[in-house]
């Protein structure tokens, strides 16, 4: 079990992960001491367990997880009990209050345990451009063919999906959405957006060395800099 742990306090950070450190199967491959700092070693990383503080100062626990383009599992710690039912947006295992105490913390290690020992999904194949799918949107339900799918974007824990003259709200991470897409039509345009390369209609390199897309509605999106030579490499002779 791969952990991070991100607390503003030095005294209370060293000290979790002294904790962690006296339970078999866990290793501490990381600890930052605000969003900032924590998003790129994630990136790097990709830790399975973040155990995050929410109140940090100049930004929050929630900040952080709405950068990810990923959604690893989360212990929060923190001194505020008001943010648990909020927290449980997110990928939550547990909710730990500050002092956290040894036994407090065994429960969640165990926690975390369980879900590691339960069955892994079994991976379904990807999809066809003319497959339709069937998305549940709070009360409506739409039947979507792929490829009127325009671009899907990263939204907290959920991602949002742009089709026709609709959009629509689907509990699910980029990642999984990604797993199931055809790669000859869909790209990954960056950590937050999945574009459907038909739906394109001009392309122009951006300042941040990649490129800016403008989409067949007229959304500008940004291509990264690390995909830009992919996206070149897919659209050349």
């Not at 990136?43 to 503080?53: N, Q």
């Not at 959009?167 to 039509?185: C, G, H, M, Q, T």
Request: proline share 4%; net charge negative.
């Amino acid at each position: 079990m791969r952990v991070m742990v991100i607390e503003d306090s030095r005294l209370a950070r060293e000290g979790l992960v002294r904790m962690l450190g006296r339970f078999d199967g866990v290793e501490v491959i990381g600890q930052a001491d605000h969003p900032a700092t924590a998003a790129p070693v994630i990136a790097e990383l990709r830790p399975d367990v973040l155990f995050l503080d929410i109140h940090m100062p100049g930004a929050s626990g929630f900040d952080l997880l709405d950068m990810l383009d990923y959604l690893p599992r989360i212990v929060f710690t923190t001194a505020y009990s008001e943010y648990a039912i909020r927290s449980f947006d997110y990928n939550t295992v547990d909710y730990l209050l500050k002092p956290v105490s040894h036994e407090r913390l065994a429960t969640a290690i165990a926690k975390l345990a369980a879900a590691d020992a339960a069955p892994a999904a079994v991976a379904r194949a990807p999809l066809d451009i003319n497959s339709k799918i069937f998305v549940k949107d709070g009360e409506r339900c739409h039947l979507v063919s792929l490829e009127t799918i325009r671009y899907i974007e990263s939204c907290k824990n959920y991602v949002r999906i742009f089709f026709g003259t609709e959009k629509a709200y689907v509990k699910k991470s980029l990642n999984s959405i990604e797993e199931r897409l055809p790669v000859k039509f869909f790209f990954r345009a960056n950590r937050q957006c999945i574009i459907n390369l038909q739906e394109i209609r001009a392309i122009e390199e951006s300042v941040s060395m990649g490129y800016e897309v403008t989409m067949s509605d007229g959304k500008v999106l940004e291509i990264s800099r690390r995909n830009a030579q992919e996206l070149k490499d897919l659209l050349s002779f």
